[in-house]
Each structure stands twice: as C-alpha cells, then as structure tokens.
C-alpha cells in the first residue's frame, strides 16, 4: 500500500520569507512524487514532480521540491513567498508499479503581506 | 486546449435522491480518473478509466456509485440513493499516458446532501 503524509494543516508564512510545506511518503517500490495546488474554488494544478535523477526537482511559479530517500521525504520549497502564493498543497505519490496517485490531506499556505 | 470539465460545479439533494455528476476529460486522453475529497481529509482515489473499461474501481465506496465512460469520451458518476456521508467534493482528472505523466484535474464537482 502507498500512502502520503502532510503533517501541518497550516503554514503560515512572511511574504519574502522561505516558505517549507512538508511531505513524507510510503510506497513499496521505487516513488514517483508529484506537488499539486488548489487555488479557491479552482481545480488541482500540477506543480513539479520527481521520477528519477536529481533529487532536487524545480517547477512552476519558482517552487522546488527536494526528494530524500533515506527520509522519505519530498518537501516543497520556495526562497521567497509571495502573498499570492497562499493556497492549499497537496502531495502525492504513486509506486512506479501501479498507475493510481495517492494524495495526502493538504497543506493550507498562508502568506502574509 | 480545452481543460477536464465538470459539471455541475455544485449541486445540493436530499438523502435518498440521485445525482450524476460528469466530466469531460482532455480530449485524446485515453485514462480519466475520479476522486473524491471530503471536507478536510484526504483526496480520496475512487476508480480509473482506460477509454471505456474500468481499469480500476477498487476506490468505489459501494453498489450506491456507478461509474461510466460510454465511447471512451465523457465520463459521469451516478450516486443512488443518496446518503449524507457522500457530500464532497468529487474531482475529475485525465492523462495521456500511465508512465510518468501529470494528472490534469477539473474544477471539481461539491455535492451537499441534506
């Protein structure tokens, strides 16, 4: 069985400060990690993903994701927050063996001016 | 490029009645998926097309969720009867292949049962 946690239902944030929403993951064999957002009343928008190669994964809007093994983890990261940031981040993964996401509960982002 | 869409974007019944909610996906997109999330909680896997066949309904609550994709096309989810237990909001999303790719979701479909 997979399965994602999020461990904070919220994270709240400076504008221009780093901002880290944080993910850890269970799958039996090799992950595929994804990081979708939901803006207010707006569908689920891929963000980046990691399969394979570099651990340290950069997609849109400047967001980067770091994947550890040994820790199981695929944190989202950003250097800076802006307000419009604020949204809620949802992490998922997929053992490479099947072809169903597993998402975890979310994460509410709250950038503050 | 048209996006997934769903309707209807939210729809209030009372227990005991029926609903079907539909998507349509991305157009070429051979697999479609439906989720579920409820208020708070995790984004929940409910079943998965390949053009027409179920590749994957293990997500499916109960005989009260039917599921169909008639042609390979659209999608709808039929809940009958309805119980309050099955408000949320249910997600449509598509994508070209199995291997590595991204889902793209619709809006999503909030369906309140009092």
């Known amino acids: 069985a997979q399965s994602v946690a999020q461990p904070e239902d919220q994270v709240n944030v400076a504008e221009g400060n780093p901002l880290t929403v944080k993910c850890t993951y269970s799958v039996s064999g090799n992950p595929y990690l994804f990081w979708y957002v939901q803006y207010p009343n707006r569908g689920l928008q891929f963000l980046l993903k990691?399969?394979?190669?570099?651990?340290l994964v950069k997609g849109s809007y400047g967001f980067e994701a770091e994947f550890n093994k040994s820790q199981t983890s695929f944190h989202l990261k950003k250097p800076s927050a802006l307000v419009s940031d604020s949204a809620l981040y949802f992490c998922a993964v997929r053992d490479s063996g099947y072809s169903t996401l597993t998402f975890g509960k979310g994460t509410m982002l709250l950038v503050s001016p | 490029e048209a996006g997934v869409t769903q309707f209807p974007s939210h729809s209030v019944i009372e227990k005991g009645q029926t609903v079907t909610l539909r998507c349509d996906p991305i157009s070429g997109h051979d697999n479609l998926y439906w989720y579920r999330r409820v208020m708070g909680k995790e984004i929940k896997f409910l079943l998965h097309f390949v053009k027409e066949s179920k590749q994957d309904e293990s997500g499916m609550p109960n005989n009260r969720f039917l599921a169909e994709r008639t042609g390979g096309t659209y999608s709808t989810l039929k809940v009958q009867p309805a119980e309050l237990e099955d408000s949320g909001v249910y997600f449509c999303?598509?994508?070209?292949?199995?291997?590595?790719?991204?889902?793209?979701f619709g809006e999503g479909s909030r369906l309140t049962v009092l």
């Open positions: 999303a598509s994508s070209l292949g199995l291997n590595t790719g991204e889902l793209f």
């Open positions: 990691y399969i394979t190669g570099d651990n």
